[in-house]
């Protein structure tokens, strides 16, 4: 017996949105294309997944999509180390092949080399 199923969704349903590839990985020094500071990617989001309060507080003329990879970052600049939440399209390699000098790097990541940080063992999954 042949059976064909059709599935519809339900009023008011939400649709997951479109996941673009992820341009860096964890691990990899990166540069903002707009403002002066670079960092170390330790996490990843194939989408936008923080508050809204701060997408908003974002100009909106430099508001980036949201259906695109966000990157967690150990990141620095002249003053200071931070994290850093950023769109994939305000990001670019960082060719420096300087280490990045935030303190937590040494309690997330191994040795630097070749312009990447190797993730401690008990941090992957």
């Known amino acids: 017996m ?3 199923y059709s599935f519809s969704r339900p009023a008011g349903a939400l649709e997951a949105p479109p996941v673009a590839r ?3 990985a964890i691990g990899d020094v990166v540069r ?4 002066d ?3 170390v990617i330790f996490d990843v989001d194939p989408v ?5 309060e701060w997408y908003e507080s974002i100009p909106e003329d430099l508001r980036p999509p ?3 990879p966000f990157y967690h970052l150990l990141a620095e600049n002249a003053e200071s180390s931070y994290i850093a939440y950023v769109s994939q399209q305000n990001l670019e390699a960082d060719d420096s092949d300087e280490p990045v000098d935030h303190p937590a790097i040494r309690g997330m990541f191994e040795a ?4 990447r940080y190797a993730l401690k063992r008990q941090h992957r999954h």
Do not use: C, L, V
């Open 2 to 4: 042949d059976r064909t």
């Open 22 to 24: 992820a341009s860096f």
């Open 32 to 35: 903002h294309r707009i403002f």
């Open 37 to 39: 500071f670079r960092g």
């Open 48 to 52: 936008f997944a923080n508050s809204d």
């Open 66 to 68: 949201k259906e695109q």
């Open 112 to 115: 630097y080399a070749d312009g």
